[in-house]
């Protein structure tokens, strides 16, 4: 009997969804879609014309969230115990957050220990948010698990890279960059970077058909480096603030972007590490259909497959 599960990715300027279908052990991707979102505040209406177009009717489903709707915290708490941890974890996040803690949805995984405690990362989102996402979604999908959409990706990366454990993920979208510092297999650092407001008033780029179409490679070229300059800095205050000297030792790249031809290496150049691409369907072995392949994009599709693969083993870190 086969299992179905279903990844819905909220991005920032589109939401895109994977179905998979599990018959025993082998994998098939049974569909996959991309469609544009204009009103982030209200995701829900798009995301039911996904559900729509993709057929969905039953089975497992992971929705996953950009970091733009949530605050990420890195906290040091005198703890190993993780109740003692979720106890306390509200009157930490009190005092950095501007909203009432009471008005939010708190969750975190531990990022390392220490003689002192837990250095954990915490993630909130407003209750309200969910609510009204969770609501609008009635009749059209019901999500099992709701999570930070770079978390599952993150997972499937530290799955398939157990040999080369220190590393730095860049999920590079059309508005910002996603980075994630991966130092023994723990993701240790969240940063959404934000591209130039050049970037919107002159795109450089624009979706045509679901690829992305360069107008202007030069000014992406300048683009690139100076995401690179802000991830040096974060890197930089990071291992300041942690007092450790483990830095990354290559990148690895996904996301809507790095289809382009020359991203890879124009961040390799800027950040001076090896840059690979990650293609999750490859690493699982998962079979594509010829009618579906004619749409598949592996950069594009990674992060909706790890929320799809999440629903099938439905063991959410966060």
Known sequence: MSKKSLGIDIGENQVTGVVLEQ???????????????????????????????????????????????????????????VKKIAQALPFELEEQLIASIDTLITDFFPGETTNFGSLIVAFTAEKTFLGSLLEGLKGAADPDIITPAAVSLVAQVISHNRDNKDLLLLFADLHSMTMVLILGERPLLFRR??????????????WDNGQVVVTDMEAIEQYIQHLCGSIEQSLDYFHLERQTETRPKRVVLTGPLAELENIAELIASSLHLPVEKFDLLSAHKIRCPEDVCTQWQSQRFNQPLSLALLGLDKKAGV
């Open 193 to 206: 970077i934000s591209y130039p407001e050049q970037v919107s008033l002159q795109p450089p780029f624009f």
């Open 23 to 81: 018959h025993g052990k082998s994998l098939v991707v049974a569909a996959c879609l991309s469609l544009p979102l204009t009103d982030q505040l209200d995701p829900a209406p798009q995301v039911r014309l996904l559900c729509q177009q993709l057929d969905w009717q039953e089975g497992a489903c992971v929705c996953g969230l950009p970091l733009s709707v949530l605050s990420v915290r890195n906290l040091s708490l005198p703890f190993h115990d």
